[in-house]
Antibody
């Protein structure tokens, strides 16, 4: 079945880096744009970033622009989120999700998330 | 960035009730709006996209309407499994933005 599985979360000090990965299976990976969405403990959802089906286009939330980099590897069906200069308010559960490349509407498959804790 | 204002932030309802949640965009987003349901400890689930298109497999008691700046999610005849938090998301432009959520409680 269609699946997204995140990994790479952990505890990290402020100012340090962390790289999240998301492995996709069960669908044609390069038919989809991939997103990261996060949720701080007890808070709502926050969209973080998107990478287009071919990796050519990337967009970010203002809160992470210049610190986070999204990328994808279509040969290995993975999407990554490189997170640099981490701050306390980056602490969250990070979800990987997708939208069809032809429409870019409706995030229809989600992973279970990976937890990032930024703490000194 | 476009701001999405969702209301109410929470509501209490009973099984069988009709529930309405609204979302207002700070600018015209055409019909580029989705609705998501999230239950505790679970990932969000897509209910509706492009304002009124029901995702495959979602019960027909869920419906969406609206365009430009004002949108509504309606749940007809609330079921026990519908008690959850609901979010709107504008995917008209970047950065995409979520509403703050509506918790539907018993």
């Amino acid at each position: 079945q269609m699946q997204l599985v995140e990994s790479g979360g952990g505890v990290v000090q402020p100012g340090r880096s962390l790289r999240l990965s998301c492995a996709a299976s069960g669908f044609t990976f390069d038919d989809y744009a991939l997103h990261w969405v996060r949720q701080a403990p007890g808070k709502g959802l926050e969209w973080v970033a998107i990478v287009s089906y071919d990796g050519a286009n990337k967009y970010y939330a203002d809160s992470v622009k210049g610190r986070f980099t999204i990328s994808r590897d279509n040969s290995n069906n993975t999407v990554s989120l490189q997170m640099d200069s981490l701050r306390l308010d980056d602490t969250a559960l990070y979800y990987c999700t997708r939208t069809a490349a032809y429409s870019l509407h409706g995030m229809d498959v989600w992973g279970h998330g990976t937890t990032v804790t930024v703490s000194s | 960035a476009i701001q999405m204002t969702q209301s109410p932030s929470s509501l209490s309802a009973s099984v069988g009730d009709r529930v309405t949640i609204t979302c207002r965009a700070s600018q015209d987003i055409r019909k580029d709006l989705g609705w998501y349901q999230q239950k505790p400890g679970q990932a969000p689930k897509l209910l509706i996209y492009t304002a009124s298109t029901l995702e495959s497999g979602v019960p027909s008691r869920f419906s969406g309407s609206g365009s430009r700046t004002d949108f509504t999610l309606t749940i007809d005849s609330l079921q026990p499994e519908d008690f959850a938090t609901y979010y709107c998301l504008q995917d008209y432009n970047y950065p995409h933005t979520f509403g703050q959520g509506t918790q539907v409680e018993i």
